[in-house]
Nanobody
Framework: QVHLVESGGGLVQPGGSLRLSCEASGNIFSIYSMNWYRQAPGKQRELVAGIVNDGPTNYVDSVKGRFTISYDNAKNTVYLQMNSLKPEDTAVYFC???????????????WGQGTQVTVSS
């Protein structure tokens, strides 16, 4: 089994910054990609940012230039640096990972429990 634990959420004023972390642990052979999603009340979960094995990254248009995703391979941890936060960024932020749990196995998707981010004055 693989466990993902997010941290770093909280309450911040508009224009402020937060850094989210998500550490993967457990039966990990290799991690192919890690992603950050968010879900606001009454809305569908959306992909915010993703990174492939410490390589290519992608972002939803609404966060480009404000959020940065990065990955520490040695710690199996993905980060999301969020700057210039807006009230519309308020949501529960989840991370997921595509993980191979053994040689020759296909990657499986695992999810964290989420961390609340609230942007409000």
């Amino acid at each position: 089994q693989v466990h993902l634990v997010e941290s770093g959420g909280g309450l911040v004023q508009p224009g402020g910054s937060l850094r989210l972390s998500c550490e993967a642990s457990g039966n990990i052979f290799s991690i192919y990609s890690m992603n950050w999603y968010r879900q606001a009340p009454g809305k569908q979960r959306e992909l915010v940012a993703g990174i492939v094995n410490d390589g290519p990254t992608n972002y939803v248009d609404s966060v480009k230039g404000r959020f940065t995703i990065s990955y520490d391979n040695a710690k199996n941890t993905v980060y999301l640096q969020m700057n210039s936060l807006k009230p519309e960024d308020t949501a529960v932020y989840f991370c997921d990972a595509d993980v191979k749990t053994g040689w020759g196995r296909d990657p499986e998707q695992f999810w964290g429990q989420g961390t609340q981010v609230t942007v409000s004055s």
